[in-house]
Protein backbone atom coordinates (compact mmCIF):
# COMPACT_ATOMS: atom_id res chain seq x y z
CA UNK A 1 0.00 0.00 0.00
CA UNK A 2 1.37 3.23 -0.78
CA UNK A 3 1.91 6.06 1.63
CA UNK A 4 1.74 8.73 -1.26
CA UNK A 5 -0.86 11.31 -0.34
CA UNK A 6 -4.29 10.37 -2.52
CA UNK A 7 -5.42 12.48 -5.49
CA UNK A 8 -8.06 15.47 -4.61
CA UNK A 9 -10.03 16.40 -7.54
CA UNK A 10 -10.58 19.97 -7.31
CA UNK A 11 -12.31 22.34 -9.97
CA UNK A 12 -10.10 25.13 -11.49
CA UNK A 13 -12.24 27.53 -8.98
CA UNK A 14 -11.50 25.57 -6.20
CA UNK A 15 -8.36 24.90 -6.77
CA UNK A 16 -7.17 28.45 -7.59
CA UNK A 17 -8.87 29.94 -4.83
CA UNK A 18 -7.11 27.27 -2.50
CA UNK A 19 -3.82 27.78 -4.52
CA UNK A 20 -3.85 31.09 -3.73
CA UNK A 21 -4.68 31.27 0.08
CA UNK A 22 -2.50 28.19 1.20
CA UNK A 23 1.01 28.80 -1.13
CA UNK A 24 1.56 32.03 -2.47
CA UNK A 25 1.47 33.87 1.26
CA UNK A 26 4.56 31.53 1.38
CA UNK A 27 6.28 33.59 -1.15
CA UNK A 28 8.59 36.14 0.69
CA UNK A 29 10.28 33.71 2.60
CA UNK A 30 10.39 31.41 -0.27
CA UNK A 31 12.06 33.55 -2.28
CA UNK A 32 14.83 34.20 0.93
CA UNK A 33 15.39 31.11 0.49
CA UNK A 34 15.82 30.80 -3.19
CA UNK A 35 18.67 33.79 -3.04
CA UNK A 36 20.41 32.37 0.33
CA UNK A 37 20.88 29.43 -2.20
CA UNK A 38 21.55 30.97 -5.54
CA UNK A 39 23.19 34.09 -4.68
CA UNK A 40 21.37 35.72 -7.63
CA UNK A 41 18.20 37.82 -7.96
CA UNK A 42 17.50 36.37 -11.33
CA UNK A 43 18.06 32.64 -10.47
CA UNK A 44 16.08 33.13 -7.24
CA UNK A 45 13.34 34.30 -9.36
CA UNK A 46 13.30 31.43 -11.98
CA UNK A 47 14.09 29.37 -8.91
CA UNK A 48 10.77 30.40 -7.42
CA UNK A 49 8.69 30.31 -10.47
CA UNK A 50 10.18 26.73 -11.25
CA UNK A 51 8.89 25.85 -7.85
CA UNK A 52 5.33 27.28 -8.30
CA UNK A 53 4.47 26.06 -11.31
CA UNK A 54 5.38 22.66 -10.26
CA UNK A 55 3.53 23.14 -6.93
CA UNK A 56 0.20 24.30 -9.10
CA UNK A 57 1.06 21.28 -11.27
CA UNK A 58 0.86 18.80 -8.53
CA UNK A 59 -1.60 20.69 -5.72
CA UNK A 60 -3.85 17.96 -5.79
CA UNK A 61 -1.40 16.04 -3.91
CA UNK A 62 -1.06 19.11 -1.62
CA UNK A 63 -2.84 17.80 2.00
CA UNK A 64 -5.12 20.42 3.70
CA UNK A 65 -3.53 21.48 6.96
CA UNK A 66 -0.16 20.32 6.22
CA UNK A 67 2.92 22.63 6.54
CA UNK A 68 2.81 24.53 2.99
CA UNK A 69 5.96 26.39 3.36
CA UNK A 70 7.77 23.44 4.36
CA UNK A 71 5.94 21.77 1.23
CA UNK A 72 7.56 24.65 -1.03
CA UNK A 73 10.79 24.72 0.39
CA UNK A 74 11.29 20.95 -0.38
CA UNK A 75 10.11 21.50 -3.99
CA UNK A 76 12.31 24.21 -4.09
CA UNK A 77 15.50 22.44 -2.77
CA UNK A 78 14.75 19.55 -5.16
CA UNK A 79 14.65 21.97 -8.01
CA UNK A 80 17.73 23.89 -6.88
CA UNK A 81 19.87 20.40 -6.35
CA UNK A 82 18.53 19.18 -9.92
CA UNK A 83 19.57 22.69 -11.92
CA UNK A 84 22.50 21.78 -9.72
CA UNK A 85 23.00 18.80 -11.33
CA UNK A 86 22.69 20.14 -15.17
CA UNK A 87 24.74 23.91 -14.61
CA UNK A 88 27.62 20.96 -13.79
CA UNK A 89 27.34 18.51 -16.78
CA UNK A 90 25.76 16.08 -14.59
CA UNK A 91 23.67 13.54 -15.91
CA UNK A 92 20.56 16.23 -16.10
CA UNK A 93 17.31 14.36 -14.58
CA UNK A 94 14.39 15.49 -12.40
CA UNK A 95 14.30 12.91 -9.88
CA UNK A 96 10.62 13.75 -8.27
CA UNK A 97 11.27 10.09 -6.28
CA UNK A 98 13.12 13.17 -3.78
CA UNK A 99 10.06 13.87 -3.22
CA UNK A 100 7.60 10.85 -2.50
CA UNK A 101 5.35 11.41 -0.27
CA UNK A 102 4.38 14.87 -1.21
CA UNK A 103 3.21 13.97 -4.55
CA UNK A 104 2.92 11.60 -7.71
CA UNK A 105 3.59 12.91 -10.72
CA UNK A 106 2.77 10.07 -12.88
CA UNK A 107 -0.95 10.64 -12.39
CA UNK A 108 -0.88 14.10 -12.69
CA UNK A 109 -1.70 16.73 -16.03
CA UNK A 110 0.14 19.59 -16.77
CA UNK A 111 -1.35 22.79 -16.23
CA UNK A 112 -0.46 26.70 -16.17
CA UNK A 113 0.19 28.41 -13.46
CA UNK A 114 -1.07 31.59 -12.23
CA UNK A 115 2.32 32.71 -10.80
CA UNK A 116 4.14 35.36 -12.57
CA UNK A 117 7.85 36.49 -11.83
CA UNK A 118 6.36 39.92 -11.73
CA UNK A 119 4.68 38.77 -8.51
CA UNK A 120 8.48 38.13 -7.37
CA UNK A 121 9.61 41.04 -4.59
CA UNK A 122 13.47 41.42 -5.19
CA UNK A 123 14.20 41.62 -1.78
CA UNK A 124 17.38 39.48 0.08
CA UNK A 125 17.29 38.93 3.68
CA UNK A 126 20.20 41.39 3.95
CA UNK A 127 18.12 43.54 5.10
CA UNK A 128 17.00 41.07 7.94
CA UNK A 129 20.46 40.28 9.39
CA UNK A 130 22.43 42.88 8.74
CA UNK A 131 25.64 43.11 5.70
CA UNK A 132 28.15 41.05 7.69
CA UNK A 133 26.12 38.14 8.35
CA UNK A 134 24.54 37.62 5.05
CA UNK A 135 28.20 37.67 3.97
CA UNK A 136 29.62 35.45 6.41
CA UNK A 137 26.52 33.37 5.67
CA UNK A 138 27.11 33.54 2.02
CA UNK A 139 30.38 32.26 2.24
CA UNK A 140 29.50 29.12 3.75
CA UNK A 141 28.90 25.87 2.03
CA UNK A 142 25.79 25.25 0.99
CA UNK A 143 25.00 22.24 3.19
CA UNK A 144 25.77 24.23 5.78
CA UNK A 145 24.22 27.76 4.60
CA UNK A 146 20.32 25.86 4.35
CA UNK A 147 20.40 24.37 7.61
CA UNK A 148 21.21 27.39 9.45
CA UNK A 149 18.46 29.45 6.74
CA UNK A 150 16.06 26.38 7.53
CA UNK A 151 16.64 26.75 11.17
CA UNK A 152 17.88 30.22 12.33
CA UNK A 153 16.19 32.59 10.11
CA UNK A 154 12.83 30.18 8.66
CA UNK A 155 11.73 28.76 12.29
CA UNK A 156 11.68 25.15 11.11
CA UNK A 157 12.26 22.30 13.64
CA UNK A 158 14.12 19.71 13.48
CA UNK A 159 11.47 17.19 11.98
CA UNK A 160 11.09 19.71 9.38
CA UNK A 161 14.26 20.34 8.16
CA UNK A 162 14.65 16.66 8.40
CA UNK A 163 12.00 16.13 5.81
CA UNK A 164 12.42 19.18 3.55
CA UNK A 165 16.33 18.03 3.11
CA UNK A 166 16.00 14.06 3.21
CA UNK A 167 18.19 13.58 5.55
CA UNK A 168 17.91 11.95 8.88
CA UNK A 169 17.30 14.55 12.43
CA UNK A 170 20.52 13.29 13.76
CA UNK A 171 22.70 14.14 10.54
CA UNK A 172 20.37 17.62 11.11
CA UNK A 173 21.23 18.28 14.40
CA UNK A 174 25.41 17.72 13.65
CA UNK A 175 25.21 19.95 10.24
CA UNK A 176 23.42 22.37 12.20
CA UNK A 177 26.44 22.38 14.95
CA UNK A 178 28.92 22.44 12.40
CA UNK A 179 27.52 25.11 10.50
CA UNK A 180 26.90 27.31 13.39
CA UNK A 181 30.52 26.68 14.60
CA UNK A 182 31.47 27.78 10.89
CA UNK A 183 29.48 31.07 10.97
CA UNK A 184 30.59 31.89 14.51
CA UNK A 185 34.34 31.43 13.18
CA UNK A 186 33.89 33.84 10.75
CA UNK A 187 32.27 36.58 12.13
CA UNK A 188 34.84 36.09 15.10
CA UNK A 189 37.38 36.75 12.33
CA UNK A 190 35.34 39.61 10.81
CA UNK A 191 35.14 41.25 14.85
CA UNK A 192 38.70 40.99 15.50
CA UNK A 193 39.55 42.82 11.92
CA UNK A 194 37.21 45.01 13.12
CA UNK A 195 39.28 45.47 16.52
CA UNK A 196 36.53 44.24 18.68
CA UNK A 197 38.10 41.44 20.79
CA UNK A 198 41.34 40.22 22.03
CA UNK A 199 43.06 42.89 23.44
CA UNK A 200 39.38 44.90 23.91
CA UNK A 201 38.01 41.75 25.84
CA UNK A 202 41.49 41.97 27.88
CA UNK A 203 41.18 45.80 29.07
CA UNK A 204 36.97 45.07 30.22
CA UNK A 205 38.78 42.24 31.81
CA UNK A 206 41.09 44.60 34.07
CA UNK A 207 38.60 47.29 34.56
CA UNK A 208 36.18 44.95 35.89
CA UNK A 209 38.79 43.25 37.99
CA UNK A 210 40.09 46.94 39.05
CA UNK A 211 36.11 47.72 40.32
CA UNK A 212 36.09 44.68 42.40
CA UNK A 213 39.30 45.72 44.29
Same mark, same amino acid.
Given at each position: ?? +????? #??????????????? &? /????? @????? $????????? +? $??? &?????? &??????????? @??????????????????? +???????? @???????? *????????????????????? /????????? *?????????????????? #?????????????? /? $??? &????????????????????????????? /??????????? $?????????
Amino acid at each position: MS +DSPER #VKLSKEEKDRRFQAE &L /MPVLD @PLYNF $AYRLTLDED +D $AND &LVQETY &LKAYRFFEYFE @PGTNAKAWLFRILKNSFIN +DFRKKSKQ @PAKVDYSE *IEGYYNPDEVEGEDTGASSSD /MRQQSTRDL *IGDEVASALNSLPVDFRT #VIILCDLEGFTYEE /M $AKV &LDIPIGTVRSRLHRARNFLKDKLDKYARS /MGYGGEENDDD $AELTDDENN
